[in-house]
């Protein structure tokens, strides 16, 4: 998705250049939809086993999205209403969807956020499982129904709340809920880096020659089943790595807006840019940023909240045991 952005930037206020599996990069919401799907089944599915509640489930899904969106969306906002210009795209901004991220059919100011308003609604129905399986079912079943059929019947706006309930790519949450179902299975490491590197050349194969998105998530499943279900190999991640994974959600919030401002201000240190030299800059500047926001605010910010909250159901859990003592 930055790769993607960073074409877009480039193309907006240099020449353009000539990456076309970046080009398709907005194809990285379809992964991270699936990715999305497995990682909310596997966390509910340990804090269900722990016994957590229905509010512990929340309280977690808000600190998790809203702390780190929020400085972001809201600078963003008031930015846009003080420099109108600023954004040469061609959406109508709303205050309420940009603060709660709400399926209204206004736009966020941060335009990336849109994926997180099908991200809120996926934790929402996915939370009746906290209440009971069987409506779980009903929910997630009826969910999956309206989007494959009531869209064809319906006019389905361009934007708003049918627009993102209805909204095929939200089936891709359904996949990733599959891909947790998968059972653990044994390879060797030979067979496991054979199969990811057939993996990565169908990727770029299918990304090249326009394959469908459904082809290409595909895809993307098969990959995280790898990289998730082999049970006997032990594949060590490079430390980096692991960081970049952490620092994903903030590179997502901050590398959008990040690149707008280093485009304009790269002509200001120099007239001589080459595309292809602008683009790699933009790039790694943005990702920098993305990191440093991580750093700095996002990590301290989200386990200060967490420990707050954690803090108030475990007095609420106390007061709950002695109160029922004492009856």
Known sequence: MLLHHA???????????????????????????????????FASSRMLAAGKTLGEYFSHRVVRIYVPYLPVGVALYFAYQLLPDLSAADREIGLLTSLT???TAEATALSVAWTLKHELLFYFLFASIFI?????IGVMGAWLVGILFLRQWL????????????????????????????????????????????????LYV????????????????AMIILFTKVENLEVPAPRFLLYLGAASYSVYLVHNPAQSVIARILPMLSENWSPVLAFWVITGASLV?????????????????KSKTNEYFRAKAKSFEVGAARD
């Open 155 to 202: 006019e389905v706006p361009d934007s708003g709340f049918l627009q993102v309930l209805l909204n095929p790519l939200n089936v891709w949450f359904y996949v990733g809920m599959a891909v947790f179902l998968c059972p653990q299975f044994s390879l060797s490491r030979i067979a496991y880096w054979a199969g990811f590197l057939v993996l990565v050349t169908a």
């Open 289 to 305: 940023a993305g990191i440093i926001y991580f750093a700095f605010y996002e990590k301290h910010a989200v386990t200060w909240c």
């Open 132 to 136: 009971s399986r069987a409506l779980f």
């Open 7 to 41: 074409v877009l930037t480039t193309n907006a206020f240099f020449e353009d250049v000539d990456y076309p599996f970046f080009a398709r990069g907005l194809l990285g919401v379809d992964f991270f939809f699936i990715l999305s799907g497995f990682i909310i089944a």
């Open 101 to 103: 991220l709400l399926p």
């Open 206 to 221: 299918s990304v090249i020659n326009g394959f469908s998105r459904f082809y290409i998530g595909l895809v993307f499943a």
